[in-house]
Structure formats: structure tokens, C-alpha cells
């Protein structure tokens, strides 16, 4: 797939944009053993050419995996939005290499929702490009899918609201009883040790 340049002009600048493009027409393979980092080369050598629509099995928890390869003219300062319209089964989705987005469920019938990642404009390089949707059934089921389309790339020049992967924050560091209560009766001399109790961890019981 080739996403092609629209060039502008604002006040004798050009200004370069990329579209977006169907994947669902896109050439697509699909693989077992290939992992999500995959690069281009080993996906056409190594992969077996499908129907992005069609149904796989899956055994024992494992994955399958489907790549496709977009070809990126040159470099954008745009980021885009990945729409992948019903997907039967947990995914995890990469752009070369990059995980962009997860989700558990089957379609959507369960969320309303297409499944909608945004890919940052860093992701992208010149050339060659891999897009990985890694796929298992969803509570040991037997068989993946993507149901229906929409399957499509746009480019968008700022990350939609609420489609960032989340940030994990940092955990805060523990000291021990010791330390705390020696914290607490430097700040506070006149501090009862009777009121300084450890909760335990079960019930929150003391």
C-alpha cells in the first residue's frame, strides 16, 4: 500500500500532508511464527499472502499474526489514526515494531466501538513500513477474525483524545515501620507510640 503526498502551498511554503488509505484493498500475509517486529523483507519471503477478512484458527493460546506493508514516500510531521472495524478476538498492534494499541473482546458487538489506535508520526519512516495485528481468541476460542470493514489509515495532525496508550506511573517509594516512625516523632516529638498501628494488609484490619 502507497500513501501518496498532497502538497500545499501556504504563503510559498509548501506544506507536505500524506493520505490516508483502505487497507481493506491493501495487500495483506499472515503468519504464526513471525514475531510482531517483523521486518518487510521478512514478511514477503516469509509469510503467506490472505484475505485480511478471512477467518484463522488458532490452537492452544497461540497467535496469528497479519502484516501488511505501507509504503511511505517521505517523512511526516503528521500522526494517524488506525480504524479497524470488527475484529473477532484480543489483538495487540504494532507499526513497525511499536505496539500502538490493544484490545480484548469480540467486535463490537460488546464495545459499540471500531478499534481506533493512533499511530505517532515518530513510528513512520521513509520506505517501507510494517503494520502487525497480532490476534487470539478471545477466552480460549478456537478461531480469529477481522468481521467487517472499516480497515483504514488516516493521517491526523494531533492525537485524538483518549487513544494515547497510557503511561504507567511511576511507584512510590515504601519505607519501613521503623523509618516512619522515626519520621513521624522527629516532626512531631509529642506523638503517642500507642497511635502509631500498622493496618495489615487483609481486611484493612489492625
Known amino acids: 500500500t502507497s500513501l501518496l503526498w498532497a502538497t500545499t502551498s501556504d504563503c510559498g511554503k509548501a506544506n507536505v500532508q ?49 502484516f501488511s506493508i505501507i509504503e511511505v ?35 463490537i458487538g460488546e464495545t459499540a466501538h471500531s478499534r481506533l489506535y493512533y499511530i505517532p508520526p515518530t513510528a513512520f519512516k521513509e520506505g517501507s513500513n510494517v503494520l502487525a495485528i ?26 485524538p483524545e483518549g487513544l494515547e496508550l497510557p503511561v504507567r506511573p511511576a511507584a512510590a517509594p515504601s519505607i519501613g515501620d521503623a523509618e516512619a516512625k522515626a519520621a513521624i516523632f522527629a516532626a512531631d516529638p509529642d506523638a503517642s507510640a500507642s497511635l502509631l498501628m500498622t493496618k495489615r494488609v487483609s481486611f484493612g484490619r489492625q
Open 18 to 66: 500524506i493520505r490516508g488509505a483502505d487497507l481493506s484493498k491493501a495487500k495483506w500475509f499472515v503468519s504464526t511464527e513471525l514475531p510482531p517486529s517483523a521486518s518487510a523483507d521478512d514478511v514477503t519471503s516469509r509469510a503467506t499472502p490472505t484475505n485480511p477478512l478471512a477467518t484463522f484458527p488458532v490452537k492452544d493460546g497461540r497467535a496469528v499474526t497479519l
Open 73 to 107: 514516500p517521505g517523512q511526516t510531521s503528521f500522526g494517524a489514526e488506525l480504524t479497524i472495524g470488527d475484529l473477532d478476538g484480543d489483538d495487540e498492534t504494532y507499526f513497525n515494531g511499536q505496539i500502538i494499541g490493544k484490545t480484548s473482546g469480540r467486535g
Open 134 to 159: 497480532q490476534m487470539r481468541g478471545t477466552f480460549g476460542r478456537s478461531q480469529v477474525a477481522i468481521r467487517r470493514e472499516p480497515l483504514t489509515i488516516g493521517f491526523v495532525p494531533r492525537p
